[in-house]
């Protein structure tokens, strides 16, 4: 069983539909990342948490430290929005990787 | 005990022209923040680094560019300085406690960099 658990893999929305990410865990972290990839792109850092919420534009992330478990929102998409989207967690020292959810936003 | 360095301390540059501020964190601080404190304001963030990825983007201007170093000293980049870019620009390390549950994230700041646009 991988230690970081997102879901789903593959999403297809319309534009301007509100978008969940979710991503779980099964190890103590120190933190957690939401990371965006577009293709043929870099990576991007969206948000990096300890505990709670943070929002950025149209990005909400949340956190549950007890539930190990972590939501990405998307509001209001847009097909600018589509890109694969990869939690990371932190945990002794070194970093593990989810799968990525691919999301593809059509107008 | 060790505390966040920024340099320069003070800064005076002419319209249009580039700057560099930067900052060394507390050792073994892994997060490093910035704030610009406009006279008679309240400090606004900025932009933030965590493992030298760029973990939060606040209020930050496009003529603005920074980023975390392999050492985890960070710089912030600014370009074709405007009068409004005067400030106090501070910076700010953490290390995010594992610890506990509910990882503490306690910010400890340095004495800032004046920069004076004329």
């Known amino acids: 069983k991988n230690e970081v658990e997102q879901s789903p893999q593959n999403l297809t929305a319309q534009e301007g539909e509100f978008i969940t990410i979710n991503c779980s865990y099964s190890v103590g972290i120190s933190a957690l990342h939401w990371l965006q990839q577009h293709p043929g792109g870099g990576i991007v850092s969206l948000f990096m948490?300890?505990?709670g919420k943070k929002k950025h534009g149209r990005l909400i992330a949340t956190i549950n430290i007890q539930e190990k478990h972590s939501s990405l929102h998307i509001t209001a998409s847009h097909p600018r929005d589509s890109a694969v989207y990869i939690c990371?967690?932190?945990?002794?020292?070194?970093?593990?990787f989810g799968a990525g959810t691919r999301l593809t936003v059509k107008p | 005990a060790a505390g966040v360095i920024q340099s320069p301390r003070h800064l005076i540059k002419e319209k249009r022209e580039t700057a560099t501020l930067k900052c060394y964190p507390i050792?073994?601080?892994?997060?490093v923040y910035w704030y610009q404190q406009g006279p008679g304001q309240d400090p606004q963030f900025l932009i933030s680094f965590y493992e030298k990825m760029q973990s939060d983007k606040g209020s930050i201007p496009d003529r603005f560019s920074a980023q975390q170093f392999s050492d985890y000293h960070s710089e912030l980049n600014m370009s074709s300085l405007e009068l409004g870019d005067s400030a106090l620009y501070f910076c700010?390390?953490?290390?995010?406690?594992?610890?506990?549950?509910?990882?503490?994230?306690?910010?400890?700041f340095g004495a800032g960099t004046r920069l004076s646009v004329l």
């Open positions: 990371a967690v932190r945990y002794n020292n070194d970093m593990r």
């Open positions: 050792p073994r601080h892994d997060t």
């Open positions: 700010a390390s953490s290390l995010v406690d594992s610890s506990t549950t509910g990882a503490k994230n306690i910010q400890y």
């Open positions: 948490l300890s505990s």
